[in-house]
């Protein structure tokens, strides 16, 4: 059992846009500003798509946004595209003795 | 740009240890950017965090599989390692090593496949 809980999977059509919730507790998500994202393709190595909580890397595109609310952290992607077709787990630091806790991950199916 | 390869066995015998060594490049092991990490994936599963060294040495296991967990770092290789001793099947797992910086991660290794069986 996984840390961070998130749905098993997701979908959406082409253009549309979803969310992936991501939730922790008050000890980490709801706790540090460190939580991120990564994307991973079958076979593929995970790539980061969103780091404290709501920032971008360089080169990723502006259509993946973070949130957080309380114990809940959110992706959503907008305009989805079938390359957007992966794995996405979300990833917190947990503080002192634990320090980092990921999600089950989600798998995003775009019809 | 960090480049990350892992190398050792690919089949580790049940109760043996693991061995596994990454080998940076594009920087310096001493450097103070990056916390020297392991990640891993069960087969078909989700990511676990395994832990991290420090250029100064120190280390941070995940509590889970600390009494069985040693990572060291060689700076004069440029290299850090992983062992985990008493291995069962539940250690099958694709092993990464990576980056840390401020909580996220960076840059990653391709992975490597360890099948602990006789």
């Known amino acids: 059992q996984s840390a961070l809980t998130q749905p098993a999977s997701v979908s959406g059509s082409p253009g549309q846009s979803i969310t992936i919730s991501c939730t922790g507790t008050s000890g980490d998500v709801g706790r540090y500003d460190f939580v991120s994202w990564y994307q991973q393709h079958p076979g593929k190595v995970p790539k980061i798509v969103i780091y404290?909580?709501?920032k971008r890397p360089s080169g990723v595109s502006n259509r993946f946004s973070g949130s957080k609310s309380g114990n809940t952290a959110s992706l959503t992607i907008s305009g989805l595209r079938a390359e957007d077709e992966a794995d996405y787990y979300c990833c917190s630091y947990a503080g002192r003795g634990t320090y980092v806790v990921f999600g089950g991950g989600t798998k995003l199916t775009v019809l | 740009q960090v480049q990350l390869q892992e190398s050792g066995p690919g089949l580790v015998k049940p109760s043996e240890t693991l061995s596994l060594t990454c080998t940076v490049s594009g920087d310096s092991i001493s450097s103070a950017s990056f916390y020297w990490s392991w990640i891993r994936q069960h087969p078909g599963k989700g990511l676990e965090w395994i832990g991290y060294i420090y250029f100064s040495g120190s280390t941070y296991y995940n509590p889970s599989l600390k009494s069985r967990l040693t990572m060291s770092i060689d700076t004069s290789e440029n290299q850090f390692s992983l062992k985990l001793s008493s291995v069962t099947a539940a250690d099958t797992a694709v092993y990464y090593c990576a980056t840390v910086n401020s909580w996220r991660v960076d840059y990653w290794g391709q992975g490597t496949l360890v099948t602990v069986s006789s």
């Open positions: 404290e909580g709501s």
